[in-house]
C-alpha cells in the first residue's frame, strides 16, 4: 500500500512538472503556405517570433500623377517575442533589419509576396543578408513573414489636403528565422 502511494506522488509530481512547462510547440510547418513565400529546401527553422508594432504610411503624390495621391509605406517598428513571450528584439526599417537581444542583426531583401486576406499585409518572403555582430543572426538566410493581422495601408482619405501626412495602423505578424543546414 505504501509503495503504490508513493508511486501515486511521485507520478503525479511528474505530470505536475511537465504541465507547469506549458504545451510542446509543435515544430514550425510551411506546408500550408504559398509556394512563393516557401524557403527553399536544404534550410531549417533556427528561430520562431512574434511581432507586433506599427507600421507607418504617408500621403504622398503619385508617381507621374501629380493630381492623383496614395498612402505609401514608410517602414514598421515593432518587438520581436520568442514563443514563451519573452522579449527577443526588434525590427524595424528601411532597410529591414531584424536586430537580436545579443546585438546581433540581419537585413534583407524581398523575394516574394503572398496575400494573406483582406485588411492584412501579405506574407512575404525575404533573402537575408549578412549578419553583423556574433549571436542569434549569425547565419540567417532566409526570413518569413507569416500569420499577419492588420498592418494595410489606412482607409482615411490621402488627397492634396493632407498630402505627407502620416498615418500609423498596428500589425502583428510571426517572423520565421532560417539557416543553411
Known amino acids: 500500500m505504501r509503495n503504490r502511494l508513493l508511486l501515486s506522488v511521485v507520478t503525479i509530481a ?23 513565400v516557401k524557403v527553399p529546401a536544404g534550410h ?3 528561430m520562431e517570433t512574434a511581432a507586433a508594432g506599427d ?3 504617408q500621403c504622398r503624390p503619385k508617381k507621374d500623377m ?4 496614395e498612402w505609401v509605406f514608410v517602414g514598421p517598428a515593432a518587438g520581436l517575442k520568442d514563443r514563451k513571450g ?10 529591414a533589419t531584424w536586430v537580436s537581444m545579443d546585438g546581433s542583426k540581419v537585413t534583407g531583401a524581398q523575394v516574394a509576396v503572398a496575400p494573406n486576406g483582406e485588411g492584412n499585409i501579405p506574407n512575404q518572403l525575404v533573402k537575408a543578408n549578412p549578419a553583423v555582430g556574433a549571436g542569434a543572426m549569425q547565419g540567417v538566410s532566409y526570413i518569413q513573414r507569416v500569420a499577419t493581422v492588420g498592418g494595410t495601408a489606412p ?7 493632407n ?4 498615418q500609423v495602423v498596428q500589425y502583428m505578424a510571426d517572423y520565421i528565422f532560417y539557416k543553411s543546414m
Open 14 to 36: 511528474a505530470l505536475s512538472a511537465c504541465a507547469s512547462q506549458g504545451p510542446m510547440m509543435a515544430p514550425y510547418s510551411q506546408a500550408n503556405l504559398p509556394d512563393a
Open 44 to 46: 531549417s527553422v533556427v
Open 55 to 57: 507600421i507607418t504610411y
Open 66 to 69: 501629380a493630381d492623383q495621391f
Open 86 to 95: 519573452a522579449a527577443v528584439g526588434s525590427y524595424y526599417g528601411p532597410p
Open 155 to 161: 482607409k482615411a482619405v490621402c488627397g492634396k489636403t
Open 163 to 166: 498630402e505627407n501626412e502620416k
